[in-house]
């Protein structure tokens, strides 16, 4: 199916009440000519707090040319860019495959870090996925990333999906749990320093659990906590599908066929049904974005939360 149109996704965006969390995916979402105008849209019509854009950095005056579009119109949502970094330069790419990539995820840095001063809502990260290739190496990388200047916030997050299979047979939790208490003291040292809006000190510590909360889970082999995909989170892909993850064997419907109404697909049987299935089955999965969700919107994981937030 051809990819949602301008007008169709307006179409989205005004099915929708205020967003606290929109965030882009891929693929490189650059290569999209028009991700500037579609961030205008939920912009205009629906105010995210949080504005989220993951890049592999490799086209540095597009995205440097599209970001400060986007933050000249958003100024009231947290504009957050988080560039993939693997490893140190041969590590990086050998995993990404393209040589010479590390150099121009690093010229990307150096053109997006020049617009911090001039914009307070942008926020510049990081992102590494650990897998078996990567895990050896974790203690020279997070370094090497708290030394960028500029660079608040270093993500990592535990591959994953059936994508993933192969990253995962070989991943030591000993060693991802070394990284993760690495990671939770750098927060701990700089918690004041770290995020640039509102509420910092509660997303750091929400930051700490969730990291936890997946060693946890992936220890255990179960779900650890509620479950609010599909209730709080949605994914809709670029034909227009609807699905509560990104597990994607649980299609609620697509928009071109319920009037482009986001509310309308989840309130269908068929979305309850799975809905219902999320509560009853056995799943598990360490997505952050879906644990950050689990953590801060339920009441059950409040105290374990408070004590993170006081320690900080």
Same mark, same amino acid.
């Given at each position: 199916?051809?990819?949602?149109?301008?007008?169709?996704?307006?179409?989205?965006?005004?099915?929708?009440?205020?967003?606290?969390?929109?965030?882009?995916?891929?693929?490189? %979402?650059?290569?999209?000519?028009?991700?500037?105008?579609?961030?205008?849209?939920?912009?205009?019509?629906?105010?995210?707090?949080?504005?989220?854009?993951? #890049?592999?950095?490799?086209?540095?005056?597009?995205?440097?040319?599209?970001?400060?579009?986007?933050?000249?119109?958003?100024?009231?949502?947290? @504009?957050?860019?988080?560039?993939?970094?693997?490893?140190?330069?041969?590590?990086?790419?050998? %995993?990404?495959?393209?040589? /010479?990539?590390?150099?121009?995820?690093?010229?990307?840095?150096?053109?997006?870090?020049?617009? !911090? /001063?001039?914009?307070?809502?942008?926020?510049?990260?990081?992102? #590494?996925?650990?897998?078996?290739?990567?895990?050896?190496?974790?203690?020279?990388?997070?370094?090497?990333?708290?030394?960028?200047?500029? $660079?608040?916030?270093?993500?990592?997050?535990?591959?994953?999906? #059936? $994508?993933?299979?192969?990253?995962?047979?070989?991943?030591?939790?000993?060693?991802?749990?070394?990284?993760?208490?690495?990671?939770?003291?750098?927060?701990?040292?700089?918690?004041?320093?770290?995020?640039?809006?509102?509420?910092?000190?509660?997303?750091?510590?929400?930051?700490? !659990?969730?990291?936890?909360?997946?060693?946890? *889970?992936?220890?255990?082999?179960?779900?650890?906590?509620?479950?609010?995909?599909?209730?709080?989170?949605?994914?809709? *892909?670029?034909?227009?599908?609807?699905?509560?993850?990104?597990?994607?064997?649980?299609?609620?419907?697509? $928009?071109?066929?319920?009037?482009?109404?986001?509310?309308?697909?989840?309130?269908?049987?068929?979305?309850?049904? @799975?809905?219902?299935? %999320?509560?009853?089955? /056995?799943?598990?999965? #360490?997505?952050?974005?879906?644990?950050?969700?689990?953590?801060?919107?339920?009441?059950?994981?409040?105290?374990?939360?408070?004590?993170?937030?006081?320690? !900080?």
């Amino acid at each position: 199916m051809p990819e949602l149109s301008l007008a169709e996704i307006e179409k989205i965006s005004s099915s929708l009440g205020s967003l606290l969390w929109l965030a882009f995916s891929g693929g490189e %979402i650059f290569l999209r000519e028009d991700i500037v105008r579609i961030t205008e849209i939920f912009y205009e019509k629906n105010r995210p707090a949080i504005i989220l854009f993951p #890049t592999n950095g490799l086209l540095t005056d597009v995205i440097r040319e599209k970001i400060e579009a986007v933050l000249k119109f958003c100024g009231k949502s947290s @504009i957050v860019v988080k560039l993939s970094l693997e490893g140190p330069e041969e590590l990086h790419d050998s %995993i990404r495959g393209k040589k /010479g990539s590390f150099q121009k995820t690093m010229q990307t840095y150096r053109a997006l870090e020049d617009l !911090l /001063g001039a914009y307070p809502n942008f926020e510049l990260g990081i992102n #590494t996925v650990f897998s078996s290739a990567n895990q050896d190496h974790m203690d020279e990388l997070i370094g090497f990333v708290n030394g960028l200047k500029g $660079v608040k916030t270093h993500t990592v997050s535990l591959i994953r999906g #059936t $994508v993933s299979d192969e990253g995962l047979k070989d991943i030591d939790m000993e060693k991802y749990h070394k990284t993760i208490s690495r990671m939770a003291a750098n927060i701990r040292e700089r918690v004041s320093n770290i995020y640039r809006f509102r509420g910092a000190g509660l997303k750091a510590a929400q930051d700490i !659990l969730q990291r936890r909360l997946i060693h946890e *889970t992936m220890t255990k082999k179960k779900r650890l906590t509620s479950c609010y995909a599909g209730r709080l989170n949605l994914v809709l *892909t670029e034909a227009g599908d609807v699905y509560p993850c990104e597990s994607f064997d649980m299609k609620m419907g697509n $928009v071109r066929e319920n009037s482009y109404d986001l509310l309308k697909i989840s309130g269908t049987d068929k979305a309850r049904g @799975i809905l219902r299935s %999320i509560r009853e089955r /056995g799943c598990f999965c #360490t997505h952050e974005c879906y644990l950050m969700t689990n953590i801060l919107f339920n009441p059950l994981m409040y105290p374990a939360l408070l004590k993170e937030y006081v320690q !900080l």
